[in-house]
């Protein structure tokens, strides 16, 4: 299995998206390929691939934000393909994201998961995420 940047959006990683992104959330917009470009274009927000045979078989997107009290990063939208659950993919993507964000200075790795995602999060404690006592909030705006 590889674990790649994606640098470029080609029909094969957009496709790929496309079936991803309902297996994360069934009620987000799939992005289109401007939102994807402008994704692979920023210099804070890293969409990462994994990828077996030509196939790609899982994502995570890892976001660096620079704040006053430091740099942190975030990983965000880690999904793998229903197919190719429970062999070690989702795993490989998160260690390569804590891995490059580590490369890049950055020592500070957060993340949300919802309890009732039982994989996620046990894989992200399995890989040394400890649970923080904050509350996580959201606005809405109508
Ligand atoms: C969470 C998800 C990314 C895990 O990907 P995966 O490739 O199947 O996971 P891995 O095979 O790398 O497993 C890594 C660890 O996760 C845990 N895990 C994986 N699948 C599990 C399951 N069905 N039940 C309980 N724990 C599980 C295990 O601790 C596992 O380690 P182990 O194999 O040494 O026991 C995948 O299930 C998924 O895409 N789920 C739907 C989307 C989602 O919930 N994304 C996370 C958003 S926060």
Sequence with gaps: MKISKV?????????????????????SK??????????????STYL??????????????LVFNKIPTGEKAWIEDVVVDKL???KGVGKS?????INYAI???????DLTSSP???????????LGFKKR???VYRYIAN
Excluded: H, M, W
């Design 7 to 27: 640098d470029k959006v080609s029909d094969y990683v957009l496709n790929a998206i496309e079936n991803l992104i309902p297996q994360l959330s069934s009620t």
């Design 30 to 43: 799939i992005p289109t390929r401007t939102d994807l470009e402008t994704i692979v274009n920023s210099n």
């Design 48 to 61: 990462f691939i994994a990828e077996e045979d030509n196939n790609i078989l899982g994502t995570l997107t």
């Design 84 to 86: 190719a659950r429970g």
């Design 93 to 97: 993507l998160t260690q390569f994201a």
């Design 103 to 109: 490369s890049n200075g950055v020592t500070k790795i």
């Design 116 to 126: 009732e995602r039982v994989a996620a999060n046990k894989l992200y404690q399995k």
């Design 133 to 135: 006592t904050t509350n």
